[in-house]
């Protein structure tokens, strides 16, 4: 099946760390481990004037030396950009697409590429990677319904389209968190989420809070891929929060940081190096708070 999944995205991956050299010139070097880091204040808002010294970087519990560091504001972005058309979410697609196309006219510049994708019980692909707002927004007036949800399988799929770029690699999924038909499991999406290096936000559509057909474990499995690749979730029931949470994302992906490093030696024979990355000496001291993927996996997994 995952043969199947990956017949219309065919290509040879090769997992590559990348620094910004100058602005707007890439330098791709496989030895080093690239972490964007998001910092942000009590209140939420995105912290964009930190130093080097303010950040501290440990794999699996050894230091690191931070070999690159710079703001990643000026890096090209690649996003790709899930809609949710189920059956379940028929009610509040328009107010989605609306948001969807505020988002897309907002977050593109020049050096930055969108995909578009709907899924429901098959994933599909509307427009590839491209910098034309007027294509994109084509693309959106294309989406449609269908019945059940395979989420997974869009997180899945997304990855593997991101994971050929370079840069910074952004998914951005609307969607109930509901699953129901996807044909490979959480586990295995969040994987090659993890290896694409992609930052997955979650925007999660609950209409009634109180709803007896949600799911709560969808919502649970969302929120955990959001936070292990170093993206965040959000709640949204209305347009106004639909604009929020895309508003909310739009900043961050303005104010990233990125830190890269040479691994030393290793002592643990686990696949998984844990990263973990610490404030120090910071303006707002503890009120401020550090997102980052929570590792990387030091071999591919077969597909």
Same mark, same amino acid.
């Given at each position: 099946?995952?043969?199947?999944?990956?017949?219309?995205?065919?290509?040879?991956?090769?997992?590559?760390?990348?620094?910004?050299? /100058?602005?707007?010139?890439?330098?791709?070097?496989?030895?080093?481990?690239?972490?964007?880091?998001?910092?942000?204040?009590?209140?939420?808002?995105?912290?964009?004037?930190?130093?080097?010294?303010?950040?501290?970087?440990?794999?699996?519990?050894? %230091?690191?030396?931070?070999?690159?560091?710079?703001?990643?504001?000026?890096?090209?972005?690649?996003?790709?950009?899930?809609?949710?058309?189920?059956?379940?979410?028929?009610?509040?697609?328009?107010?989605?697409?609306?948001?969807?196309?505020?988002?897309?006219?907002?977050?593109?510049?020049?050096?930055?590429?969108?995909?578009?994708?709907?899924?429901? %019980?098959?994933?599909?692909?509307?427009?590839?990677?491209?910098?034309?707002?007027?294509?994109?927004? /084509?693309?959106?007036?294309?989406?449609?319904?269908?019945?059940?949800?395979?989420?997974?399988?869009?997180?899945?799929?997304?990855?593997?389209?991101?994971?050929?770029?370079?840069?910074?690699?952004?998914?951005?999924?609307?969607?109930?968190?509901?699953?129901?038909?996807?044909?490979?499991?959480?586990?295995?999406?969040?994987?090659?989420?993890?290896?694409?290096?992609?930052? $997955?936000?979650?925007?999660?559509?609950?209409?009634?809070?109180?709803?007896?057909?949600?799911?709560?474990?969808? %919502?649970?499995?969302? $929120?955990?891929?959001?936070?292990?690749?170093?993206?965040?979730?959000?709640?949204?029931?209305?347009?106004?929060?639909?604009?929020?949470?895309?508003?909310?994302? +739009?900043?961050?992906?303005?104010?990233?940081?990125?830190?890269?490093?040479?691994?030393?030696?290793?002592? +643990?024979?686990?696949?998984?190096?844990?990263?973990?990355?610490?404030?120090?000496?910071?303006?707002?001291?503890?009120?401020?708070?550090?997102?980052?993927?929570?590792?990387?996996?030091?071999?591919?997994?077969?597909?």
């Amino acid at each position: 099946m995952k043969r199947l999944l990956l017949a219309v995205f065919c290509c040879v991956v090769l997992r590559v760390c990348v620094a910004q050299e /100058s602005e707007g010139t890439l330098k791709v070097d496989v030895k080093l481990v690239n972490v964007f880091v998001t910092v942000t204040d009590a209140h939420g808002a995105p912290v964009a004037n930190l130093e080097k010294e303010n950040f501290a970087l440990k794999e699996d519990g050894k %230091e690191q030396k931070i070999a690159v560091f710079t703001r990643e504001s000026a890096l090209p972005l690649s996003i790709v950009l899930g809609v949710d058309t189920s059956l379940s979410t028929k009610k509040d697609l328009p107010l989605e697409l609306i948001s969807a196309r505020k988002f897309a006219a907002t977050i593109l510049r020049p050096q930055d590429a969108m995909s578009l994708y709907q899924f429901s %019980e098959v994933v599909r692909e509307l427009v590839p990677f491209s910098s034309d707002l007027k294509r994109i927004e /084509s693309g959106i007036d294309r989406i449609r319904n269908g019945a059940a949800t395979a989420l997974y399988d869009m997180v899945y799929l997304g990855s593997h389209a991101l994971s050929a770029r370079q840069g910074r690699k952004v998914m951005v999924v609307i969607t109930d968190g509901g699953d129901t038909v996807s044909q490979v499991d959480y586990k295995e999406a969040l994987r090659t989420a993890q290896e694409a290096e992609a930052i $997955i936000y979650s925007i999660i559509i609950v209409p009634i809070q109180a709803s007896a057909g949600r799911d709560t474990g969808g %919502e649970h499995a969302l $929120i955990t891929i959001s936070t292990d690749t170093g993206g965040k979730y959000y709640y949204a029931s209305s347009l106004p929060e639909l604009d929020e949470a895309f508003r909310r994302i +739009s900043d961050e992906l303005r104010t990233q940081y990125l830190l890269a490093y040479y691994p030393s030696q290793r002592y +643990s024979d686990s696949d998984f190096r844990r990263i973990q990355v610490n404030l120090v000496g910071t303006p707002a001291g503890a009120s401020e708070q550090a997102r980052y993927r929570a590792g990387y996996f030091t071999s591919k997994s077969s597909f």
